[in-house]
């Protein structure tokens, strides 16, 4: 497995941006599919984005499509979420998650490594 570290949260208000980062530890990271997922207060852990293990493949949930960028840079060991064009209902906790494959449907059961998340909040 890979250790999994998110950052780059925290409090926008409606249409700003942030980027996210999950940093991950191992010389064997270009080998993992990431995904980033999302819970907010009082709602189940939803899917957002994922990247396949060179950045060629990609998958956004509808919700997010046009607004955010999912990307990675394999010499930092790094994956980024750049948010654009924040809604209130953005709002959560946001994980990245680490699997070898590509799946055609995400669910959070599917990956083995997991951050802890890191919080953002967009206000009205």
């Known amino acids: 497995q890979v250790q999994l570290v998110e950052s780059g949260g925290g409090l926008v208000q409606t249409g700003g941006s942030l980027r996210l980062s999950c940093a991950a530890s191992?010389?064997?990271?270009?080998?993992?599919?990431v995904g980033w997922f999302r819970r907010a207060p009082g709602k189940e852990r939803e899917f957002v984005a994922a990247i396949g293990w060179n950045g060629d493949s990609t998958d956004y949930e509808d919700f997010v499509k046009g607004r955010f960028t999912i990307s990675r840079d394999n010499a930092k060991n790094t994956v980024y979420l750049q948010m654009n064009s924040l809604k209130p209902e953005d709002t959560a906790a946001y994980y990245c998650a680490a699997d070898p494959r590509w799946h055609s449907a995400w669910r959070a059961n599917l990956f083995g490594s997991w951050g802890q998340g890191t919080q953002v909040t967009v206000s009205s």
């Open positions: 191992g010389r064997t990271f270009s080998r993992y599919v």
